[in-house]
Every structure is written in structure tokens, then in C-alpha cells.
């Protein structure tokens, strides 16, 4: 099978990132977009904590892919309060992604990818979720090492 990418780029960091994995992997990649734009830092940072908090999930432009013919997925968002953007992690639920290997990627500030896991677990149940990949401004994982692992996952 083939993996596919599926990610949520606010800033157009975590969009970089994604463009990189797939000229590495020689892949697609979807960008998954909610009905509403964050706008800029301070109101992402307010509207997405309201959503944390009142369990608000915003819609999502981007239609569900059929994802049969695809594995693994790797999935790529910024980290917002130490969890990936509500409404993707809902948009992934929605995605047929039970016996398929996932893999996570961040970009953040400060946190680190790990501590999205928990809100991957929930949305995903029945994934095999591995060999997440960070970058924040603070630390960066190793790339060529990570995307050794991911081409072995393919292989």
C-alpha cells in the first residue's frame, strides 16, 4: 500500500513540514481545513481554547478521503495547549482509519508531539498509532531518522 498525508497547517509551518515528508516519500498529501479560519495568533489562541473547554467542534471544509488503498497515514498538525486542533482530530474520526497504521508529526512552540497522544488515542481507537515526529521551536527530533523508520513502516 502506499501511505497518504493528511494535515492541518495554520502559520504554514506544520505545511512545510508536510511538504518536505511527502517529496520524501513520494506521496499525497491533503490539507484538511476548517469552515472557519483561525485568524491571527491571539484569536486562534482564544477561539481554540473556548473549543477545548466547551467541547465545541468547528466544521471542516475538507470532505472525508476514502482512505482504503492507503497505509500508513501520516498525519501532521500544529499543537495547540498541548493537543492536536479539535476540529481535525474530530475530522480524523471520521476517517475509516481502524487496522491502519498511524503517524503522527507536530510543529509547536513549546510541546512536544507526546503529549498529543492521548487526544490521537481517543479520536483513533482501533489505529496503531507510532513513531510520532515533533518539531518545536525549543527541540526538533531527528528527521533523517524518523523518516528512515516511516520508510521501513512502508516497506
Not at 36 to 54: F, H, P
Not at 108 to 122: G, Q, W, Y
Amino acid at each position: 500500500m502506499k501511505p497518504i498525508i493528511l494535515y492541518y497547517s495554520k502559520s504554514g509551518t506544520t505545511e512545510k513540514l508536510a511538504k518536505k515528508i511527502q517529496k520524501d516519500l513520494d506521496c499525497q498529501a491533503v490539507p484538511v481545513e476548517p469552515e472557519k479560519a483561525y485568524g491571527s495568533y491571539i484569536s486562534a489562541v482564544v477561539r481554540s481554547s473556548k473549543e477545548l473547554l466547551t467541547h465545541e467542534v468547528p466544521g471542516v471544509k475538507t470532505p472525508v478521503p476514502d482512505l482504503k488503498s492507503y497505509d500508513p497515514v501520516l498525519v501532521g498538525y500544529p499543537v495547540w495547549m498541548s493537543k492536536p486542533p479539535v476540529f481535525f482530530t474530530d475530522f480524523l474520526s471520521k476517517c475509516d482509519l481502524k487496522g491502519k497504521t498511524v503517524i503522527p508529526f507536530s510543529t509547536a512552540i513549546k510541546d512536544s508531539v507526546t503529549a498529543t497522544l492521548p487526544a490521537l488515542e481517543t479520536a483513533l481507537k482501533g489505529s496503531d498509532i507510532r513513531d510520532p515526529y515533533g518539531e518545536s521551536k525549543f527541540k526538533k527530533d531527528d528527521y533523517q531518522a524518523w523518516i528512515g523508520k516511516v520508510r521501513q513502516v512502508i516497506s
